[in-house]
């Protein structure tokens, strides 16, 4: 699994001093990512302008996300076949990066490159914006975790049953075959290998950001 997961570390100091700016707006989103220190940007770290909208959407929503400890960020300027999930422990700036699908919708010609969100019901699309993860639930794809969406562009995601979830077609083995992963409904589903990771660090009321910057 060695080329699922990546781990970088960012030196603690620098993370929190810009997370804390972050969160207290005291810097805009251009500032924010040039203060970032220079190992965010190898391919396992998130990237400067991704991490300056998350930590906005993180003091956005305030008491919404009651939970800070760790943040999921999602990457969809990157293609599918590359690690684009980042699980950022708030503290230690440390990252692990997975394997994540985006929406059929979002994809339609299976390019392996996001070219579009949605909100709309029936779209199977993703969408970008800042989720609160909620309750883990047994349903057709086995053990999920929903999600609320709390932007104007992912407000229909528990309508729409937009949750993460275990898929065969998230792995190396796909990535190997085809060159980037299958496509989800909207879903973000990630490695059936790497679900119960995801779902036991996330746990609920944390954020998930997705995003394309």
Not at 18 to 33: D, E, H, N, P
Not at 38 to 49: D, F, I
Not at 145 to 152: A, H, K, N, Y
Not at 166 to 177: L, M, N, T
Request: aromatic letters at 4%.
């Amino acid at each position: 699994m060695n080329d699922l997961l990546n781990a970088s570390a960012v030196s603690r100091r620098s993370f929190l001093s810009v997370t804390s700016l972050g969160i207290a707006g005291t810097l805009s989103a251009g500032r924010v990512a040039a203060a970032l220190p220079a190992a965010a940007a190898t391919p396992a770290a998130v990237r400067p302008s991704l991490m300056a909208k998350a930590m906005a959407a993180l003091q956005r929503h305030g008491d919404a996300i009651p939970n800070r400890d760790l943040v999921g960020i999602a990457d969809f300027a990157i293609a599918s076949g590359t690690p684009r999930f980042h699980l950022v422990d708030m503290a230690s700036g440390r990252t692990t990066t997975l394997l994540v699908s985006h929406g059929k919708g979002s994809d339609p010609s299976h390019s392996g490159m996001l070219q579009r969100f949605s909100n709309i019901e029936g779209s199977e699309a993703s969408s970008s914006g800042a989720y609160r993860t909620g309750d883990i639930y047994v349903g057709k794809h086995g053990r999920s975790r929903r999600l609320v969406g709390l932007d104007p562009t992912n407000c229909n995601a528990l309508g729409r049953a937009i949750v993460v979830h275990g898929a065969w077609y998230v792995s190396p083995d796909i990535v190997r075959q085809h060159g980037k992963l299958g496509r989800s409904q909207g879903c973000l589903a990630v490695s059936t290998a790497e679900l119960e990771q995801v779902l036991t660090r996330l746990g609920t009321g944390r954020m998930i950001y997705a995003d394309k910057v």
